[in-house]
């Protein structure tokens, strides 16, 4: 099982106060992330400068509007809500949207209440986060923030028929 990124350490020194995300090291950038898995739902675009054949990974224009559905990578374990092969993700699943400190530019292509969007938008980490609840998912999961209990796998749907699948939940948010 991977180890909690929230240790007593990181929690204690609030370091997402004062340190910004270019300047994080290894540990307090993988702190950052929620878990929420909202990011590891299938969505569309909708932009003209979008042509034929190109990859899903590649990054649409940021007035292109995003839409959510409710399903899933095939890797997410979604009772946790965490990817079952982390390491390889990228190997695995091409199309995952790995967020660096280089691609900060294009962080509108994560969901609102992603906490590296938040705090690239100077919202700060919201309350529900689990660095502020003593690195449980706890609150996160029970104010419907992350995608537990509301999702289907893609290996059980026909992604074809993904309009069927939109949802909005992906795009709010609670502070
Ligand atoms: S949406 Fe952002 S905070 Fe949530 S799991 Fe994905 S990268 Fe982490
Ligand atoms: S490979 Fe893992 S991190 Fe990437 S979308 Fe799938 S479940 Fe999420």
Redesign the pocket.
């Known amino acids: 099982m991977k180890k909690s990124p929230y240790t007593a350490a990181l929690m204690s020194s609030q370091y997402w106060l004062t340190t910004s995300l270019e300047e994080l090291n290894k540990a307090q950038w993988e702190a950052?992330?929620?878990?929420?898995?909202?990011?590891?739902l299938h969505k569309f675009i909708e932009d003209d400068s979008i042509e034929e054949g190109m990859e899903s990974t590649d990054v649409p224009s940021e007035d292109g509007a995003i839409h959510y559905t409710n399903i899933a990578c095939h890797l997410l374990n979604q009772k946790t809500?965490a990817c079952t092969s982390y390491e390889k993700r990228s190997e695995l699943v091409p199309q995952c949207?790995t967020?660096t400190k280089e691609n900060l530019e294009h962080i509108f292509f994560?969901?609102p209440?992603?906490?590296?969007?938040r705090l690239h938008e100077g919202k700060g980490l919201a309350s529900w986060h689990p660095l502020l609840n003593k690195g449980k998912k706890t609150k996160m999961h029970e104010l419907g923030?992350?995608v537990r209990n509301k999702v289907v796998s893609e290996a059980n749907v026909d992604i074809n028929e993904f309009e069927d699948y939109i949802v909005t939940w992906p795009l709010s948010e609670i502070d």
């Open positions: 950052i992330c929620d878990g929420c898995a909202r990011c590891c809500c949207v967020l994560m969901p209440s992603c906490s590296y969007r923030i992350s």
